[in-house]
């Protein structure tokens, strides 16, 4: 296992090297094949470090769409990852298309915004602790005698039982994400959506490369994605999901 | 004297050095129409001294004379270079005897003891001359003319045919118009410039160009007539109907023999001949265009004829920023023209150009054909797999009199990334709607380079789904538990404070009702005793002060920080030690029943109060 562990470290070092020599292609393989490899024994950081150097090395491959997966899949395994973000948000201003989503309501986006802030387990194990505390605390308001302590319990028991709700809720929708695999992003140069499974269906709008999109159905080789407020069926294969 | 034979004698010597250097020629020739018993010449011309010349069998014509043998020679110089010919000729008379088209064996020779052979010869007999016609019936095709010079012009000798190849044609499709003069008897010197062509309306025109006119016999209407083309035009028809194609005129100048008195030998020699001037009409005429029927398809060129379309694409498998030229050539007959170029349904991402159009046309008799090449350029902007759609191209068969279409393609492109180390290349042509956001001068940030950490096993990356449930489940049986074993400290607790303070008023109401009971049996030390402990109770309850506390300054003070008023904290004061009084020591003045109401009263406002 430590030759192993040896071998992953190697190509991890061996990668930044072709990194700072500017050889992104050789930087590339070595990062995927560490990825290949280290699935069982890196913790989720260090995972995310190799999905982090992965993704700018793609960049500056120029592969713009592979390089947002890496930073999409750092980010999953660590999401506080400051500077995949920045470099996502970077990678995000060369995509075309600009999608609007007059759909969500700014609390639900702002709700999604700090669902992403923490990974599915971190909230799983929050909400855990919450409903601990909530459970004490009703202990302690049906037991105690003193008034300033049964009301103190009792607030904290609402409190926490609200927090447990909405961490536990968190959790769920994180792992349906992460299990699912919903999201996807289109690699194909430019793609028209259509209106049916069918490469004859009529041209419904323009996805362009590194665009995010949530897949909502597949059918064979055909998903129906949404992008925004649009929906459509595009090739599995010129997409790839996160 | 004997120098000038010397000197033709160095010219002969020369003459014969020269003809070794020179190729033999051995030629036939003779006037491609005849006219049947009419005799003509049949030649054949050596360039070298020959003998035994082999003629073939003439048994298609009648054998007059010949063959006459005759000879010359000639030397020039050019630019001080001397050059010799020689040509000897061997000429047969020979006469048609019936219509048709004879060709003549070669003949063969021998130069230097080499034999050579000459040419064949295709000869047209055409029929005799019918007798002069003396009706005035003529052909609706010649044409009127208005006689200006001698009165041996008439419209037999001369005139001029309007000939088409078709009169019934669809519309776009190409007919062959000629003028055609005929003349015979007369002597045609030249025609002026004086021609008036029609305006050929309705029609799209493309002249064939003529390189010389040539006259030929030709045998028409029972007689022989020289005949030469003076104008040929292809028509091609822009719409159905009936479309008259108006007279045309030309001018000729004739030469007429003048008949006067000779006077001379040499007045028939040079002054008989006048030139006159003529204008010949040629007839008008009709077309019937058709129109083209209906149901077109939706990729109709506008091309009527028949057509072959090809194409090639240069290159499938491009890089992103390459060129990619899709080649069309479509050949064929017909309104090249007036094609329309077919457009090519570019994907998305790629950037066409205007088609580069190449026409190679050639105009014949036959009509218009040639090749016409469109190149189509476009430019992938980012890679990807792509399919260009087939091109079709439709046009009108007037063979078949139907709609024809023919495709090339769809042709598959997989797009590489470009090949160029700097990424902004492929990139900087997306940035366009949002280019106010760009920030310029900003990179992503570098790579991390520290060492990774890693756990001895496996870490688990998510939480089984039972093992969550257990995390909520095991706490919640524990609590359940809990609440169960203290139960009974749990109901005491709620009922010490919740409980009392609920049932405060009801307590107090049954001390009252004992009172009022009391009174009623005039029993006033039980009376004052249940009064007070009503008060004393209902307050410990309300206020939950224990028992043991209870006393007038703390329930005053409490009853203060609730914001109770000071009057009726006054009015709680005064009942407690009027009662605590009447029992020790019972006041006339105060009746049971007074003290009774005031109590009650005070309960029902106490009750009001939120404490």
């Given at each position: ?7 992953i ?9 072709y990194?700072a ?17 280290t ?29 947002i997966?890496?930073y ?7 999401p ?57 605390a ?22 926490t ?38 490469k ?13 999109v ?11 994605v949404?992008?925004?407020?649009n ?6 294969s ?5 | ?18 003809l ?9 020739q ?49 630019n ?14 020979l006469?048609?005897k ?33 007798p ?11 044409a ?6 001698g ?15 078709k009169?019934k ?65 292809l ?38 001949y006048t ?174 380079t ?34 169960v ?46 009064i ?27 009853l ?15 009942v407690l ?35």
């Amino acid at each position: 296992m430590t030759s192993l562990l040896f071998i992953i470290l190697t190509l991890f070092t061996t990668g930044n090297d072709y990194y700072a020599a500017g050889d992104w292609d050789n930087a590339v393989q070595t990062y995927e094949q560490c990825l290949a490899d280290t699935t069982a024994f890196l913790t989720d950081d260090s995972q995310a470090e190799v999905y982090y150097n992965l993704g700018n090395a793609r960049f500056r491959q120029g592969e713009l769409s592979q390089s947002i997966l890496a930073y999409e899949r750092c980010l999953r395994l660590q999401p506080r990852h400051k500077d995949a973000q920045y470099n996502l948000a970077f990678a995000k201003e060369r995509i075309v298309d600009d999608i609007a989503d007059n759909r969500t309501f700014f609390i639900a986006s702002w709700a999604a915004a700090v669902r992403n802030k923490l990974t599915c387990r971190t909230w799983t194990i929050l909400s855990i602790c919450l409903f601990i505390t909530m459970l004490t605390a009703m202990l302690l308001f049906a037991l105690v005698k003193p008034i300033w302590l049964r009301k103190l319990s009792f607030h904290v028991a609402w409190i926490t039982m609200l927090l447990s709700l909405i961490t536990g809720l968190n959790a769920i929708s994180l792992n349906s994400r992460d299990t699912k695999q919903k999201e996807a992003i289109v690699t194909q140069g430019v793609l028209n959506a259509k209106a049916s499974p069918d490469k004859s269906g009529t041209d419904l709008f323009t996805l362009h490369e590194g665009t995010k999109v949530e897949i909502q159905e597949v059918l064979g080789e055909w998903a129906n994605v949404r992008v925004g407020n649009n929906e459509g069926w595009v090739k599995l294969s010129h997409i790839e999901r996160i | 004297m004997s120098n000038i034979r010397f000197s033709l004698f160095l010219c002969v010597l020369a003459f014969s050095f020269a003809l070794k250097a020179e190729d033999v020629s051995f030629r036939a020739q003779a006037p491609s129409q005849v006219i049947a018993g009419k005799p003509f010449q049949l030649s054949y011309t050596v360039n070298k001294k020959a003998r035994d010349l082999q003629a073939p069998d003439f048994s298609d014509f009648d054998y007059i004379a010949g063959p006459y043998q005759s000879q010359s020679s000639s030397s020039s110089f050019v630019n001080g270079k001397m050059s010799h010919s020689f040509t000897l000729t061997f000429t047969y008379t020979l006469m048609g005897k019936a219509e048709g088209t004879f060709t003549i064996q070669p003949a063969t020779i021998r130069v230097d003891g080499e034999t050579y052979t000459s040419n064949g010869v295709k000869i047209t007999v055409l029929p005799a001359d019918e007798p002069p016609v003396q009706s005035n019936s003529r052909s609706s095709q010649s044409a009127s003319s208005s006689s200006q010079g001698g009165e041996n012009i008439s419209t037999e000798n001369i005139f001029v045919r309007t000939i088409v190849t078709k009169t019934k044609v669809y519309e776009q499709e190409a007919l062959l118009l000629t003028y055609k003069l005929y003349f015979a008897g007369v002597d045609v010197a030249q025609f002026t410039n004086n021609t008036r062509l029609p305006e050929f309306t309705g029609f799209l025109k493309q002249e064939i160009e003529q390189t010389e006119v040539q006259a030929e016999l030709e045998h028409y209407n029972g007689r022989n007539y020289q005949s030469a083309v003076l104008y040929r035009t292809l028509l091609y028809p822009q719409h159905g109907g009936e479309i008259k194609i108006d007279p045309a005129s030309f001018e000729a100048v004739l030469r007429v023999q003048v008949r006067q008195p000779i006077r001379s030998v040499f007045d028939d020699f040079f002054g008989s001949y006048t030139n006159v001037t003529k204008t010949i009409v040629a007839p008008a005429v009709t077309i019937q265009a058709q129109s083209l029927p209906a149901g077109k398809p939706s990729s109709f060129s506008g091309g009527v004829g028949q057509y072959t379309l090809s194409g090639n694409i240069s290159s499938t498998e491009v890089k992103a920023n390459e060129a990619v030229t899709i080649k069309l050539t479509i050949q064929g007959t017909g309104n090249l023209k007036l094609l329309k170029t077919p457009a090519i349904d570019w994907p998305e991402g790629f950037e066409a150009y205007d088609p580069k159009v190449n026409n190679q046309f050639k105009t014949t008799t036959a009509g218009m054909s040639g090749t016409k090449t469109i190149e189509y350029l476009a430019i992938p902007r980012s890679a990807g797999e792509y399919t260009v759609p087939a091109v079709s191209f439709s046009y009108f068969d007037t063979q078949s009199g139907t709609y024809k279409t023919e495709s090339v393609g769809p042709w598959t492109l997989h797009i590489a990334r470009s090949a160029t180390d700097d990424k902004q290349e492929t990139t900087v042509q997306n940035y366009t709607n949002k280019e106010d956001i760009r920030q310029l001068g900003t990179d992503i940030r570098y790579i991390h380079t520290q060492d990774l950490t890693y756990a001895a096993q496996a870490p688990r990356r998510t939480l089984s789904a039972t093992t969550v449930r257990l995390c909520y489940l095991l706490p919640l049986l524990l609590a359940i538990v809990l609440f169960v074993v203290f139960r009974h400290q749990i109901r005491e607790n709620a009922d010490i404070v919740r409980v009392r303070y609920k049932k405060a008023n009801k307590v107090a109401q049954k001390r009252l009702k004992e009172a009022r009971q009391c009174m009623s049996k005039s029993d006033a030390a039980a009376f004052y005793e249940a009064i007070e402990r009503a008060a004393w109770t209902y307050l410990s309850d309300r206020l939950s002060i224990p028992t043991a506390e209870l006393n007038k300054e703390n329930i005053a003070s409490i009853l203060r920080t609730k914001n109770v008023s000071e009057e009726l904290i006054k009015e709680v004061v005064d009942v407690l030690s009027t009662a605590e009084f009447a029992r020790y020591a019972p006041q006339a003045g105060q009746t049971m029943q007074e003290l009774l109401d005031r109590t009650a009263n005070l309960i029902d406002q106490l009750e009001n109060q939120k404490l």
